[in-house]
């Protein structure tokens, strides 16, 4: 017992004063590291738009605001988490308190974003600013034509400088990739004077990894001795990494002259007519286009022509403007959301999702409870003179395909009609041997303020994606024979969101209302 000796009582005074030193340092330790998630929490705030819904819904449709969101939940909001676990001993209960309230916000439900999603938001940037000839400085920035959220930090433009130099063997995307990871460079030392802090997004950032990745760009260029600089440099900042060292050893011998300056690929990417399309900056025949006119056009309902301009003749391509209600293209999308999936390349069940088109989809039958479905097949049928009847066998058209685009989301050019015979043993049941997708009717379901246009490279025809209006066009011509001119795209969505409605109507089912022309190249009108 102490009481029995004062010298034990003395002993215990003395281990009070201890005491009080470890707790100190301990809870010093403890609200060193509060306050550094405090920081980290205060930087991932600047870098969130205002709480409000207008501000977050523009945030999210620009694709750097779209790409800094996956990011954050992919890397920065793992990291955050990760340190408040090592809390856990400290407060066990208000820690628990605090999973239940981030389950119960029902990001459970959604997948949380993981790293397959942030590559697919870097390739997005990557394809948008190669096809839409955007500048690293301008991207960099958040800024979208405009309009701005917030910029990309060190760790962002190393990301996407690696993508664009791997993205094709081209020297313009190697040139790209010198500039992104300059600016990796630059920023990171300009943080570094500012407060030598690191945010949690930037932690993986080493320095050593961009000027590795500037003289693999360099030498993607043929710039040899370049190449072997940033080698060394990264080697420099990095001499224990065996890797680092090979590469310069590799370069330096390249450039030492055994290998005489050696040129490595110097293949440029193509402005192809699509990229052109995409853009807007196609040149216009005048001769083509003297041709070309608007006009009411005549429907099935005689009081009821609609708004139609010709874009080309042979394969005819209209866009026809007002065909669809906001309140009628809201019900669509309504009965859609909740069942979109990832697009597989074609329609066939169980094919692999495609890096061709990215989105998703889902079908809308005509027999939806809802009747706006069967009464928009009907508007077509109005429009187009062709039958839309939906059976159980031998349908005269498919079902409503709804369809949404991703971050920078895109159909490369492609064919409607089925190129391949094997396709068209594969259909369900209701269209078996109903014959090829004759024509096309897409729904622009929403305004699409950048990107998105339906483009025909083939041809030089643009369809600007105007909400309410909607593209048409002949897949076959009127002797059954495929338009090869027909070939098409959905070109990435720059700004915005972009959704759909497709309406194939299927060759056997219009055999009398289009019928074969006098010659095997009769045309549409
Ligand atoms: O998105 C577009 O503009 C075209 C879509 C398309 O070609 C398709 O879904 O087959
Ligand atoms: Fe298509």
Redesign the pocket.
């Known amino acids: 017992e102490v009481y029995s000796s004062t010298a034990d009582v003395v002993q215990l005074a003395n281990n009070e004063q201890l005491l009080v030193g470890l707790l100190e340092t301990y809870l010093d330790n403890e609200l060193a590291r509060i306050k550094e998630l405090q920081t980290h929490l205060e930087d991932i705030k600047k870098l969130l738009p205002e709480n409000t819904e207008t501000s977050i819904a523009n945030y999210a449709v620009n694709p750097v605001g779209a790409y800094s969101t996956i990011k954050r939940f992919a890397v920065t909001w793992t990291h955050f988490f990760a340190q408040i676990s090592d809390l856990k001993h400290a407060n066990n209960t208000a820690l628990r308190g605090l999973a239940t309230d981030i389950v119960s916000l029902g990001l459970s439900h959604h997948i949380w974003p993981q790293v397959v999603d942030l590559n697919g938001a870097v390739a997005a940037l990557v394809r948008l600013q190669k096809m839409y000839q955007i500048p690293v400085k301008e991207l960099a920035d958040g800024n979208i034509r405009g309009m701005k959220v917030s910029r990309l930090g060190p760790d962002d433009c190393l990301r996407l400088g690696r993508a664009m130099l791997h993205s094709d063997y081209s020297s313009s995307s190697a040139a790209l990739a010198i500039q992104w990871m300059e600016e990796a460079i630059r920023m990171h030392e300009q943080r570094h004077s500012a407060n030598g802090e690191q945010s949690l997004g930037d932690r993986s950032f080493q320095i050593e990894e961009a000027y590795s990745a500037l003289a693999d760009a360099h030498a993607q260029l043929g710039n040899v001795t370049a190449a072997a600089n940033f080698a060394m440099k990264a080697f420099v900042k990095d001499p224990e990494n065996s890797s680092l060292k090979e590469k310069f050893l590799k370069y330096e011998d390249m450039s030492s002259g055994s290998h005489s300056q050696k040129k490595i690929s110097r293949r440029n990417t193509t402005d192809s007519m699509y990229e052109r399309l995409c853009r807007g900056d196609q040149w216009k025949d005048p001769k083509i286009e003297a041709r070309l006119f608007c006009q009411y056009k005549n429907t099935l309902v005689p009081i009821r022509p609609v708004k139609e301009e010709v874009l080309y003749l042979d394969p005819r391509v209209s866009i026809f403007y007002d065909v669809i209600t906001d309140k009628e293209a809201a019900i669509l999308l309504e009965l859609a959301k909740s069942k979109m999936i990832r697009a597989p390349l074609g329609d066939v069940a169980g094919e692999k999702t495609s890096e061709q088109r990215i989105g998703k989809l889902t079908w809308l039958w005509d027999a939806d409870v809802n009747t706006t479905v069967a009464h928009l097949s009907k508007r077509v049928e109005e429009i187009t003179g062709l039958s839309t009847v939906i059976r159980d066998k031998l349908a005269d058209a498919e079902a409503w ?1 709804i ?1 949404t ?1 991703g971050i920078g989301g895109m ?1 490369e050019p ?1 064919h ?1 009609f089925y190129v391949d015979e094997g396709w068209l043993n594969q259909l369900p049941s209701h269209l078996l041997n109903t014959g090829r997708r004759i024509a ?1 009717f ?1 729904f622009y379901l929403t305004d699409v303020q950048l990107g ?3 483009v025909f490279p083939e041809i030089n025809v643009r369809v600007p ?1 105007v909400k309410n209006a909607a ?1 048409f066009w002949y897949n076959l011509k009127r002797s059954g024979d495929m338009y090869h001119a027909s070939m ?3 070109c990435p969505v720059l700004y915005g969101q ?1 959704w ?1 409605a ?1 309406k194939w109507t299927r060759e056997r089912g219009q055999i009398f209302r289009r019928r074969c022309g006098l010659s095997p190249r009769a045309t549409d009108e």
Do not use: C, E, S
């Open positions: 395909q369809a685009y159909f492609h409607d096309t897409v998105g246009a339906t994606p593209a098409h795209a959905g972009k759909i497709n």
